[in-house]
């Protein structure tokens, strides 16, 4: 168990939070699609396609930099990788403040901002596992879920942030105007805000688990041998749990905006009410999720969890399909309370099932890995299904599928922890 004095505390607390701009630049390059798509591509009709298909490629990038990212932090330590990280973030969002446009350099505008995402995608890669790591290793053991929790409710203030700057930049300049330069704000404010992040994780200790490290410290070990070789039971739950988490939130929240679109309802307003709401909904309920964890163990919570989306999506789908409005803020509401659970205890279980001197490398093969494949393709799926069959509730029974299986999975391999956080596990000899 670890001594968590008022240092530690604050580390964190600085720790947590920083989450913030991952789904800040996330959420931001979501609703700024249209805008970059003109700008980096002109008036090409295929603009639009050619900056989502990018950002899907940008996607793909995080296994890469979770695994490099990884092999660091198992060897040298949380505390450098998250310094490097961050460092990285920072860097890349200011550099993308600062390209040329498509007016003044032609097609290069286009391949430079793909650039940029990817190096994003890269160092977002080695932020998230990092961040998760931290927490569990910091946290007393009784706590553990809850605060590990914080990196999924903090996710979210990034989120409402970019959803805000977005609704100011709409409201105060015509589209020459964004088009021109406002663009660049939101993302020179990225810029600053990682900057502000890194600055303050200078003040952070490393994790009391990486300290101490068992037998087979992880200054001597070859971490990725090492998971290859005696944790791939882990890496299997990881990817089990974190492929949940990825369709639950990807295709239950983020998906709702373009679900609207295709069902032929609302607008683009209603969209980000929508997405106002879930955001507010998965940071009210993730701590308790997490709590909940703590108290009654992560298997059961995460059972339970399975068998809310196996009951649930397709009726909350078609509330929010042909519903009241009222009826389709609860269906909204609904779904982003069964993502941010999921997120909130998958967060503290796919760590817990690593030994300590692997942590880093087990979650980017397991975790990470399930969020690049099920998060990056799950919405694109579901939109061509619900297109060919013009059902509303085709993302409620995918869902609902992965639900299945994975609940499965769980109920037959995952370890219980009754009561609290499982006990850390020692390396194999």
Known sequence: MT???????????????STVVEWYDFTLCLYFAPTLSRVFFGQDEMALGKTLAGFAIAYLMRPFGAILFGLFGDRYGRRPTL??????MTLTMLCLALLPTHAQVGSIAGAGLIL????????VGGEY?????????SAPSHLRGLVTSLAAAASEIGGLLAVGFCAVLAR???????????????????????GAVFVARNMIV????????????????RPLIQVLRNEGRGVALGFAISALGSVTYYIGITYVPSFLATAGRGNEAQALEFSSIAAVVVIAVTPWFGWLSDLVGRKPVLLGLCLACVILPVAMFRLIASGSTEAAIAGVAILAALGGGVSAVGATATAEQFSGAVRLTGLAL???????LFGGAAPYV?????????AAEIPGVIIAAVAVCIGLTLAAFLPHSPGSAAPERQDPA
Request: proline fraction near 5%.
């Open 129 to 137: 596992t990092a961040v998760v790591a931290y927490l569990f290793e």
């Open 116 to 123: 940029m995402r990817c190096l994003m995608g890269f160092s």
């Open 382 to 390: 579901v939109q061509t299904l619900q297109r060919q069959t013009g």
């Open 3 to 17: 001594a968590a004095g008022p240092r530690r505390a604050v580390s964190m607390l600085a720790v947590g939070l």
């Open 172 to 194: 105060k300049l015509d589209v020459a105007q964004l088009d021109a330069w406002g663009w660049r704000l939101p993302f020179l404010f990225g810029g600053v805000l990682a």
């Open 206 to 221: 490393e994790t009391p688990l990486f300290m101490e490290p068992p037998v087979g410290a992880a200054s001597t070990i």
């Open 366 to 372: 397991g975790a990470t890995t399930a969020t690049a």
């Open 83 to 88: 310094l490097m990280s961050m460092a990285a």
